[in-house]
């Protein structure tokens, strides 16, 4: 159970919200621009101050960064971003940046770690030249796949995927989709996919909540949401989709 309150200026960006992610699933948290779908997001990752409410992981209580040092928190969820460029140090070669997790939680050699890195850019589709270049020498589908191997690393639990393929081309959209999708059947991650997108969240997600003005209004199966959607907010949003 997550439940944020987040306020600014004494308005509440997030009220009330209250949904669970199970092992394995894709949650899709899905609403426009100004919704509170990002803030959640980040206010689970530790990026956004809970003013109430709490936020639990496996049955402890994460709301608080000490809470999180107790446990495996920071390894355990990860998070992709949207700006694939702005969350690259581009100062950094790949190698780097992809290993920078595995530096902060694993102990691992020189050369374990060269070997873990290359085998996540194989995940993702990269070569291995890839290795010593820096952010600006690919493309927005390439970086938004480095991000991704950095994001799963550490064999992560829960990776908050916040508009991951909203900046990209379509064609390109669903290589990374389908590469986010293979690396969860093969280590059983869960997602939190945020996005404005229900085209891109049918195709991803398992469940989805619909959020409106710091609220979530619906939630239900991807079936339930798509088939039978109860709320006139919903309703609207697939007849935009639809049009």
Do not use: W
């Not at 959640?40 to 936020?55: F, P």
């Not at 020498?137 to 950095?150: L, N």
């Amino acid at each position: 159970r997550r439940i944020f309150n987040g306020v600014v200026d004494n308005v509440r960006a997030v009220d009330g919200v209250s949904f669970e992610i199970q092992p394995g699933e894709t949650f899709g948290l899905v609403g426009e621009s100004g919704s509170g779908k990002s803030t959640t997001g980040r206010a689970i990752i530790g990026l956004e101050k809970v003013t109430s409410g709490e936020i639990t992981f496996e049955g402890h209580d994460v709301t608080s960064h000490k809470d999180r040092k107790e446990i495996d928190y920071d390894q355990d969820v990860q998070m992709i971003f949207q700006d694939s460029f702005s969350s690259l140090n581009p100062r950094k070669r790949i190698e780097s940046i992809i290993a920078e997790p595995l530096k902060n939680f694993e102990n691992l050699t020189p050369e374990q770690e060269k070997i873990k890195v290359l085998q996540l850019m194989k995940i993702v589709g990269l070569s291995p030249d890839a290795l010593y270049k820096y952010p600006h020498q690919f493309s927005g589908g390439q970086r938004q796949r480095i991000g991704i191997a950095r994001a799963v690393a550490t064999n992560p639990k829960l990776v908050i995927a916040d508009e991951p393929v909203s900046a990209l081309d379509l064609s390109v959209q669903a290589q990374v989709l389908n590469f986010m999708k293979k690396i969860q059947r093969n280590m059983g991650v869960s997602y939190l996919f945020i996005s404005h997108d229900l085209g891109v969240v049918r195709h991803m997600c398992d469940r989805i909540a619909i959020m409106n003005r710091g609220q979530i209004v619906e939630i239900g199966s991807r079936e339930d949401i798509y088939k039978h959607p109860k709320h006139l907010y919903t309703q609207r949003l697939l007849e935009r989709i639809q049009a």
